[in-house]
């Protein structure tokens, strides 16, 4: 197939332009940078099967050529609003990824008679009442809160697909992706996994906000983007989780890395800190998953933290 990929210079981006590629398609990656990485497609410069192209999605998108599948990757992703890269500094940028952004590329995925593929969230869930969440949860999100820009993009980028799906009769698929961590996530990210290992390789006690009993399910990316790629492959319209059933605390969490990297520094706790409209738990239901992709995540925690503390090392310059 011939793909276009956006957000391609992004974490989850780039490790699926790296899939896609070994599965023998041509990639047409697209992003403007604002969140993404340009390190992440060096090692992809000269492959003839990639290309690349430098845009803002919330504009009119022009390729040149036939397109057999459009996968909507490009959106600001971290919660963390002490990042630079954090939705919560990038509002309007969000809001714009997930309506305009949405509409640009389903259009031309119909123009094309293209499959489609939306990068969607967990965050659909909000601060969930069920546990663990299936995708025919509601969700229990603040429409306003300061985490909303991207909560509600989301979810307006899912009912858009769906009245695509319905009433232009598109090619849609949805994949709603739990807490995701590997290599290429930026060093000032926010999110925990980078934050919690930098600490730890420089000798400091890890931050936790709050009382650190808040929950989530880490999916390493390898599983992550098969997952991807075998719902692109489907014929699945309605969302799919896709992410790590194994639940374990931010404070179980802070102390395995602790241990994988040697760190003895400990934990700082911040209990007046918690992020606002943080989820207290997060783990997906993967029945669907399992039932109709014959997906479930095979990496296990230790084995995916331990690639990712190598990959950051190297970032550092500590190796």
């Not at 094309?112 to 969440?133: C, K, M, V, W």
């Not at 949860?137 to 009245?163: C, N, Q, T």
């Not at 906000?209 to 692109?232: A, E, P, W």
Request: charged share 20%.
């Amino acid at each position: 197939m011939r793909i276009l990929l956006t957000g391609a210079a992004g974490f989850l981006g780039s490790h699926l332009c790296d899939l896609l590629l070994a599965k023998g398609h041509e990639v047409v990656g697209m992003d403007n940078f604002v969140t993404g990485n340009r390190e992440n497609l060096v090692h992809l410069v000269r492959n003839k099967n990639f290309t690349f192209i430098r845009h803002d999605i919330t504009e009119t998108i022009t390729v040149r050529g036939k397109l057999d599948a459009v996968l909507h990757f490009a959106s600001p992703a971290s919660p963390n609003p002490a990042s630079p890269f954090g939705y919560p500094n990038l509002p309007v940028e969000t809001l714009k990824a997930g309506s305009l952004g949405t509409f640009n590329t389903l259009d031309l995925a119909l123009v094309n008679q293209a499959r489609y593929l939306f990068a969607s969230t967990s965050e659909i869930y909000g601060d969930p009442l069920e546990h663990p969440q299936k995708e025919n949860y509601w969700g229990h999100v603040d429409p306003i809160g300061l985490r909303s820009m991207y909560d509600e993009a989301k979810r307006f980028s899912e009912a858009l697909i769906m009245a695509y799906f319905r009433s232009k009769n598109a090619d849609t698929r949805i994949a709603r992706i739990f807490n995701t961590f590997g290599p290429r996530m930026r060093l000032d990210d926010g999110r925990v996994v980078p934050n919690f290992i930098q600490q730890a390789l420089r000798s400091e006690p890890l931050t936790i906000y709050g009382d650190g009993l808040q929950t989530r399910s880490f999916c390493y990316v390898d599983d992550l983007i098969d997952g991807i790629y075998r719902l692109l492959l489907s014929d699945e319209h309605l969302p799919v989780n896709i992410g790590n059933p194994t639940e374990i605390s931010i404070l179980d969490f802070a102390e395995t890395i602790n241990l994988f990297t040697g760190n003895t520094a400990g934990l700082d706790y911040h209990p007046d800190l918690r992020l606002a409209n943080d989820p207290q738990r997060r783990c997906p239901d993967i029945s669907r998953a399992r039932l109709l992709l014959g997906w479930e995540p095979k990496v296990d925690l230790k084995d995916g933290l331990m690639s990712t503390i190598a990959s950051y090392k190297d970032k550092l310059g500590l190796q």
